[in-house]
């Protein structure tokens, strides 16, 4: 599948990735991920320890081991 830059970010086959927003003085940032099934993106929050938390319209995604 052959991507293409958008001015935020990039598509590639069936996603749009998007920088979102970020915080540099606490040193998180996010990514907003768009989809078909997704319109209204999934946002990737990461802390500048590397910790991951993943939201959508429906709330937060856990992860088997965060529950």
């Known amino acids: 599948m052959k991507g293409q830059i958008t001015d935020y970010g990039f598509e590639w086959g069936p996603v749009e990735v998007s920088r979102g927003f970020d915080d540099e003085k ?3 940032v996010t990514l907003i991920l768009t989809t ?7 946002q990737v929050y990461v802390t500048k320890t590397g910790k991951v938390r993943v939201h959508s ?9 965060d529950r």
């Open 36 to 42: 078909k099934k997704y319109p209204h993106g999934i």
């Open 26 to 28: 606490k040193g998180w």
């Open 57 to 65: 319209a429906k709330g937060e995604w856990l992860l088997n081991e």
